[in-house]
């Protein structure tokens, strides 16, 4: 079975929890966390709907596989519309929590309406209730943590909750679980604080079972741990660098956006690598990574957990900092590094610390800053806007100073709380915002990665490297090498990615998994664990109808195919240096054969055929 | 020849597939709350510990029993309990002095590690050999071989 076939549907409004069957007839449809979330959300609400308003729900969503042995599966993922981009918003995390709220009994919980006060919810196997936080607003998702351990007087809680900036309404505010696992992206941190959802504490003791075939299972299992195992980037890269292996690389391949994506390359990259995590400091004789970590039931780990020098100026006089705790993954070294130009690997690591301490996104975040630092550059900012910081590229003492105040929604930091295309429209720059569908790139140069420049431009939730991951191919040769540097057969490569990663975020595996495995890996998993039909065939399909189901609710939120497209900068203005140089990227090449492959119209709208195919 | 659970924590990564292989194979399901190996996250140091039962050779747990429910498995030297004899008393939960046993509230009865029988699962199931089950009489094997080496001239220990 592997669903645990229960919805608990929370009306924070009237204060009301209820329990309602799963509907598995749309289980089937859309197998489970990402694709049968969004299905629900879809049906429930109206794709015109004010983000922040009563009216805009959050659900909370596992997989199938979630809470099971399979590799990796302890994911959920967060899904509503977004307050940064307006589009279907759909954030992924693993850490515990995910299979604590599926061991609990739950395989999603639907937040629907607002509470008059701040509260949170607590959950203990069936029993669920809504518990003041008046007490807890105001404070950042560690205290939260911590108060909520200390008054249920329980270890093994798992808690998610909101910081300070989402409260004070930072449109890419996170919601983070285990003190440093986040559904990062799109601001689903900003909706949960609007609705006066402080946290979700949950103690499941019920355990998943029902699986379909356990035999079966176990030795799809097995076999896929093994490929993960086996397999040099899943096996020994991540384990060893985590997400980290791939910033020395990705700088050499001329495809590290650096300074707000002005130039491909950054002369830093070496010294916030994952190599150098690695590397003993002079001043304290210690490395910055203390050891890798896993979420549950990975067998990968990539996780960093890192210890900032306590001599180091950030935390100096802060003992509150000088623990270990979440380090420094790719996305958030980069944008916080590469993009503002900073290259301090401890200022970095402060600063990703108040990333998670109090729930933003380190993507959004950094390359706001980036977009900031070019805007004072300019002299479109002064010293006047920003409280007196001189806010110049390469200065970590402003990197940490700015992260700071937008953490606590205090400053100049409340500005860079609405996000690089909010900022720049503020001084008058909207061209130096590098953001698309108002979501900041992440850390692949799509000069450098032709097919990222598709993938960006077309996915479902604005700028993201986690819709459609050409990278694997284009970089890595995963599965088949591509030409970075060519459009060459690209769309098709771009829906494939995307279809694909739309099944892998709903199974409650992690799509990291990819990197060694394919489909051909997980269908065994998902057909012996879960009843019904899921063969290859139905699995692409069932991506492809979950890709056309999001553009279809974007469609109707008034996206259209103008809005597939990127930045003038990435479009006109050529890479200077590296492999790419002398290319801009060429989305005009692909975008029209991806619309043909899609069965889109010219308009970027799924055809009455498209979606008959799929039934929608 | 008897063999022991051999647990490295340096190893651990914390991902708990021991924890669902053991709930598992006890349970059939997954479920860490119901494991006799338990992983522990000290989180500010950034270090992970698995532990589990050590199958004492005097063991207070057996001694403790007032109903004979805790016997030895001659084959794997596991202390294992009893269920049908098992009362639930939870005697032998205070007289273990690692907290290895504990009270299962819904079969009123006690578990710990049985060693599977002799094919332990968390052990087949942990990515990292943090876990692994070796020769009783051995365990320190590894950490001896890697001082010993230590005293190697300097050529042979760059082989």
């Known amino acids: 079975m592997a669903w645990t076939r229960n919805v608990m549907r929370v009306n924070l409004t009237k ?46 969503t596992t997989g199938p596989l979630t809470g099971t042995m399979a590799s990796t599966g302890g994911r959920y993922s967060v899904v509503t519309k977004g307050p940064l981009t307006g589009a279907i918003a759909c954030s992924n995390s693993g850490g515990f929590i995910g299979a604590e709220i599926k061991s609990a009994g739950w395989d999603m919980i639907i937040f629907e309406g607002r509470s008059k006060k701040p509260v949170y919810l607590y959950v203990e196997n069936d029993r669920a209730e809504l518990l003041d936080a008046r007490d807890l607003w105001g404070k950042s998702v560690w ?99 985590g997400t980290q292996v791939l910033m020395n690389v990705i700088n050499e391949i001329g495809a590290s956006p650096t300074r707000n994506m002005r130039e491909v390359q950054f002369e830093g990259a070496s010294k916030i690598s994952g190599e150098a995590m690695h590397e003993i400091r002079k001043s304290d004789g210690k490395a910055n990574l203390v050891t890798n970590a896993a979420c549950f039931g990975c067998t990968i780990a990539c996780g960093r957990i890192s210890v900032i020098d306590k001599n180091h100026y950030t935390v100096v006089n802060s003992p509150k900092y000088w623990g270990a705790s979440g380090g420094l993954e790719y996305e958030a070294a980069w944008a916080l590094g590469n993009d503002t130009g900073v290259d301090d ?77 909010r900022l720049c429209e503020k001084y008058g720059h909207p061209e130096l915002s590098m953001t698309v569908k108002s979501q900041e790139f992440p850390a692949y140069d799509p000069r450098g990665i032709q097919g990222m420049g598709l993938a960006y431009a077309t996915s479902n939730r604005g700028a993201c490297h986690l819709r459609g991951y050409t990278v694997a191919s284009e970089v890595m040769g995963i599965p088949e090498k591509t030409d970075p540097l060519t459009t060459d057969g690209k769309p098709a490569l771009v829906k494939a990615f995307q279809d694909a990663t739309a099944v892998v975020d709903s199974t409650g595996l992690c799509v990291f998994t990819t990197f060694a495995w394919t489909l051909n890996d ?40 103008r809005d597939d497209t990127l930045p003038r900068r990435l479009l006109t203005e050529p890479a200077r240096t590296g492999p790419a140089r002398g290319k801009a990227n060429m989305l005009d090449k692909m975008l029209p054969e991806y619309y043909r492959l899609r069965g889109w119209t010219p308009e970027g709208t799924p055809t009455k055929e498209t979606r008959a195919r799929l039934g929608l | 020849m008897l063999r022991a659970l051999k647990i490295e924590p340096e190893k651990c990564t914390g991902c708990l597939q021991c924890e669902m292989a053991c709930s598992y194979e006890n349970e059939q399901v997954f479920n860490p709350s119901k494991s006799r190996i338990r992983i522990f996250n000290f989180h500010d140091e950034g270090r992970f510990a698995p532990y589990t039962c050590t199958q004492c050779a005097e063991a207070w747990c057996l001694h403790s029993c007032p109903v004979e429910a805790i016997v030895i498995n001659p084959k794997t030297g596991a202390k294992e309990v009893i269920e049908d004899v ?74």
């Not at chain 1, 479109?380 to 940490?400: C, N």
């Not at chain 1, 937008?406 to 709380?417: H, P």
């Not at chain 1, 879960?530 to 109707?556: P, Y």
Request: with cysteine; charged share 25%.
């Open chain 2, 86 to 159: 098992c009362v639930g008393c939870k005697v032998c939960t205070i007289a273990c002095p690692f907290g290895t046993v504990n009270y299962n509230h819904d079969s009123g009865k006690v578990i710990k590690c049985d060693l599977c029988g002799g094919n332990p699962a968390c052990a087949e199931a942990c990515p990292t050999a943090a876990i692994t089950y070796v020769d009783i009489d051995q365990t320190g094997l590894d950490r001896m071989r890697a001082h010993a080496q230590k005293t190697l001239p300097q050529s042979a220990q760059a082989a």
């Open chain 1, 522 to 561: 997980i269908q065994p998993q998902i057909a012996a664990a879960c009843e019904g039909d899921w063969s290859m065939e139905k699995l692409h399909e069932v991506g492809e109808r979950i890709w056309n189901m999001e553009r279809m609710f974007n469609n109707a939120a008034g996206f259209t195919a």
């Open chain 1, 15 to 60: 204060g009301t929890i209820k329990r309602e069957p799963l509907n598995m007839e749309w289980a089937m449809e859309y197998l489970g966390q990402r694709g049968l979330a969004t299905k629900y959300f879809v049906e429930e609400v109206d794709p015109k709907v004010d983000p922040l308003s009563p009216e805009n729900k959050m659900i909370m």
């Open chain 1, 345 to 421: 690997l401890d200022a970095l690591t402060y600063a990703n610390f108040l990333c998670n301490e109090d729930g933003i996104d380190p993507i959004s975040f950094g390359s706001t800053v980036a977009a900031a630092m070019e805007l004072y550059e300019t002299g479109a900012i002064t010293k006047k806007d920003t409280g007196g910081i001189d806010l110049k590229f390469g200065s970590a003492e402003a990197l940490t100073k700015i992260t700071e105040l937008t953490c606590r929604g205090e400053g100049f930091g409340k500005i860079i709380g609405l996000g690089s295309r």
């Open chain 1, 143 to 241: 205290d939260t943590d911590h108060e909520l351990h200390k008054r249920h007087q329980d270890p093994l809680i798992r808690v998610a909750a909101v910081g300070r900036a989402a409260e004070k309404g930072c449109l890419y505010a996170a919601i983070v679980n285990d003190l440093h696992r986040a559904a990062g992206r799109s601001g689903v941190g900003t909706v949960m604080a609007s609705k006066n959802l402080k946290a979700v504490v949950v103690r499941g003791t019920r355990g998943v079972g029902n699986i379909r075939d356990p035999k079966a299972f176990m030795k799809a299992v097995n076999a896929g741990k093994k490929v993960l195992h086996d397999n040099a980037v899943t096996g020994a890269g991540l384990p060893k660098y």
